[in-house]
Nanobody
Framework: QGQLVESGGGLVEAGESLKLSCAASGDTLTYYAVGWFRQTPGKERRLIAAVSRPGGGVFYVQDVKGRFTVSRDNVANIAYLQMNSLTPEDTGVYYC????????????????WGQGTQVTVSV
């Protein structure tokens, strides 16, 4: 049984950057697309970025395009979310998730979820 563990969250000021990591164990991340979700209090988790299995593409929602970059290191079995020019609206718990492909992740057809990491952006 696989497991995903996020890290890299924290408290930053508006305009600063953070890089989140999603490390996989017990399974090979290469076989999966990886998505990053953000959840704020009282709201559902929202998919904001995703990367396909190697050789595929990426997905971003409009409000993170140009600021966030999703990537993966298939040797290290880790996926990343580089977040630049952070704003208070980016505050939330960030979860990584593995699924068959980006479309599956968009349908919430998820094989593995991480436990989440808190990102807080102050004004």
């Amino acid at each position: 049984q696989g497991q995903l563990v996020e890290s890299g969250g924290g408290l930053v000021e508006a305009g600063e950057s953070l890089k989140l990591s999603c490390a996989a164990s017990g399974d090979t991340l290469t076989y999966y697309a990886v998505g990053w979700f953000r959840q704020t209090p009282g709201k559902e988790r929202r998919l904001i970025a995703a990367v396909s299995r190697p050789g595929g593409g990426v997905f971003y929602v409009q409000d993170v395009k140009g600021r966030f970059t999703v990537s993966r290191d298939n040797v290290a079995n880790i996926a990343y979310l580089q977040m630049n020019s952070l704003t208070p609206e980016d505050t939330g718990v960030y979860y990584c998730a593995a699924g068959r492909d980006i479309q599956s992740i968009q349908r919430r057809d998820i094989d593995y979820w991480g436990q989440g990491t808190q990102v807080t952006v102050s004004v």
